[in-house]
Protein backbone atom coordinates (compact mmCIF):
# COMPACT_ATOMS: atom_id res chain seq x y z
CA UNK A 1 0.00 0.00 0.00
CA UNK A 2 1.53 3.09 -0.62
CA UNK A 3 2.51 5.91 1.92
CA UNK A 4 -0.09 9.09 1.86
CA UNK A 5 0.96 12.65 1.42
CA UNK A 6 -0.86 15.64 1.71
CA UNK A 7 0.85 18.05 -0.46
CA UNK A 8 0.10 21.94 0.45
CA UNK A 9 1.08 24.46 -2.36
CA UNK A 10 -0.99 27.04 -3.75
CA UNK A 11 0.54 28.03 -7.00
CA UNK A 12 -0.66 25.28 -9.72
CA UNK A 13 2.35 24.66 -11.60
CA UNK A 14 4.56 23.84 -8.68
CA UNK A 15 1.64 21.68 -7.38
CA UNK A 16 1.29 19.78 -11.20
CA UNK A 17 5.35 19.34 -10.81
CA UNK A 18 4.74 17.64 -7.64
CA UNK A 19 2.12 15.43 -8.17
CA UNK A 20 4.34 14.28 -11.11
CA UNK A 21 7.05 13.87 -9.28
CA UNK A 22 5.84 11.84 -6.47
CA UNK A 23 2.28 9.87 -7.85
CA UNK A 24 3.81 7.06 -8.95
CA UNK A 25 5.31 5.79 -5.28
CA UNK A 26 3.07 7.50 -3.10
CA UNK A 27 -0.84 8.84 -2.84
CA UNK A 28 -1.13 12.22 -3.15
CA UNK A 29 -3.67 14.55 -1.89
CA UNK A 30 -3.15 18.40 -2.94
CA UNK A 31 -4.76 21.35 -1.05
CA UNK A 32 -4.54 24.94 -2.36
CA UNK A 33 -3.92 26.36 1.57
CA UNK A 34 -3.52 25.91 4.79
CA UNK A 35 -7.45 26.08 5.15
CA UNK A 36 -8.41 23.91 2.21
CA UNK A 37 -5.69 21.08 4.08
CA UNK A 38 -7.27 21.17 7.31
CA UNK A 39 -11.13 20.89 6.04
CA UNK A 40 -9.05 17.39 4.06
CA UNK A 41 -7.71 16.37 7.32
CA UNK A 42 -11.18 16.54 9.14
CA UNK A 43 -12.64 14.40 6.50
CA UNK A 44 -9.76 11.71 5.59
CA UNK A 45 -7.37 9.53 7.22
CA UNK A 46 -4.07 11.02 8.49
CA UNK A 47 -1.80 11.25 5.93
CA UNK A 48 1.86 9.71 6.59
CA UNK A 49 3.79 12.87 5.19
CA UNK A 50 2.88 16.47 4.73
CA UNK A 51 4.68 18.97 2.42
CA UNK A 52 3.73 21.97 2.22
CA UNK A 53 4.38 26.02 1.15
CA UNK A 54 5.19 28.84 3.65
CA UNK A 55 3.97 31.68 2.05
CA UNK A 56 -0.03 30.93 1.21
CA UNK A 57 -3.17 32.88 1.01
CA UNK A 58 -6.42 32.02 3.88
CA UNK A 59 -4.07 29.59 5.96
CA UNK A 60 -0.49 30.28 5.51
CA UNK A 61 2.14 27.90 6.88
CA UNK A 62 3.15 29.46 9.83
CA UNK A 63 -0.21 28.99 11.06
CA UNK A 64 -1.07 25.41 9.29
CA UNK A 65 1.85 24.73 10.78
CA UNK A 66 0.83 26.19 14.46
CA UNK A 67 -2.77 23.75 14.06
CA UNK A 68 -1.21 20.35 13.23
CA UNK A 69 1.36 20.68 16.11
CA UNK A 70 -1.17 22.17 18.68
CA UNK A 71 -3.85 19.07 18.15
CA UNK A 72 -3.16 15.82 19.67
CA UNK A 73 -3.79 13.93 16.40
CA UNK A 74 -2.16 15.11 14.03
CA UNK A 75 1.15 16.43 15.75
CA UNK A 76 3.13 13.64 14.48
CA UNK A 77 2.67 13.82 11.24
CA UNK A 78 6.24 14.81 9.87
CA UNK A 79 6.44 18.02 7.99
CA UNK A 80 8.94 19.41 4.90
CA UNK A 81 8.73 22.72 4.35
CA UNK A 82 9.35 24.34 0.48
CA UNK A 83 9.62 28.05 0.42
CA UNK A 84 10.45 30.44 -1.53
CA UNK A 85 11.21 32.91 1.14
CA UNK A 86 15.13 33.92 1.77
CA UNK A 87 14.57 33.83 5.48
CA UNK A 88 12.78 31.03 5.82
CA UNK A 89 15.67 28.99 7.91
CA UNK A 90 15.62 31.86 10.67
CA UNK A 91 11.67 32.21 10.27
CA UNK A 92 11.21 28.13 11.29
CA UNK A 93 14.26 28.18 13.65
CA UNK A 94 11.77 30.78 15.41
CA UNK A 95 8.44 28.79 15.42
CA UNK A 96 8.15 26.84 18.62
CA UNK A 97 7.04 23.99 16.70
CA UNK A 98 9.45 21.82 14.29
CA UNK A 99 9.49 20.56 10.98
CA UNK A 100 11.36 17.45 9.53
CA UNK A 101 13.03 19.50 6.67
CA UNK A 102 12.73 22.37 5.21
CA UNK A 103 13.85 22.68 1.28
CA UNK A 104 14.52 25.86 -0.62
CA UNK A 105 12.41 26.67 -3.63
CA UNK A 106 13.77 25.95 -6.66
CA UNK A 107 14.25 22.78 -4.91
CA UNK A 108 16.01 19.79 -6.37
CA UNK A 109 13.60 16.89 -6.80
CA UNK A 110 16.09 14.60 -6.02
CA UNK A 111 16.54 16.28 -3.10
CA UNK A 112 13.41 15.86 -2.39
CA UNK A 113 12.75 12.21 -2.77
CA UNK A 114 15.77 11.46 -0.81
CA UNK A 115 14.31 13.35 2.02
CA UNK A 116 10.65 11.36 2.24
CA UNK A 117 12.82 8.44 1.81
CA UNK A 118 15.02 9.13 5.07
CA UNK A 119 11.57 9.97 6.55
CA UNK A 120 9.62 7.07 5.47
CA UNK A 121 13.15 5.06 5.83
CA UNK A 122 13.03 3.98 1.98
CA UNK A 123 16.31 4.58 -0.12
CA UNK A 124 15.98 6.36 -3.18
CA UNK A 125 15.45 3.29 -4.86
CA UNK A 126 12.71 1.85 -2.81
CA UNK A 127 14.39 -0.89 -0.81
CA UNK A 128 13.81 -0.09 3.21
CA UNK A 129 16.97 0.96 4.62
Given at each position: ?103 R ?19 T ?5
Open positions: MKKKILLIEDEPTIQRLLYFILSKEFDVQVAANGFEAFLWLEQHTIPDLIIMDWVMPQMDGKSFLKCIKISGLYSDIPVIVLSASENIIEELDRQPYSVNKCLKPFDPLVLKETIGNIFNISYGFVN
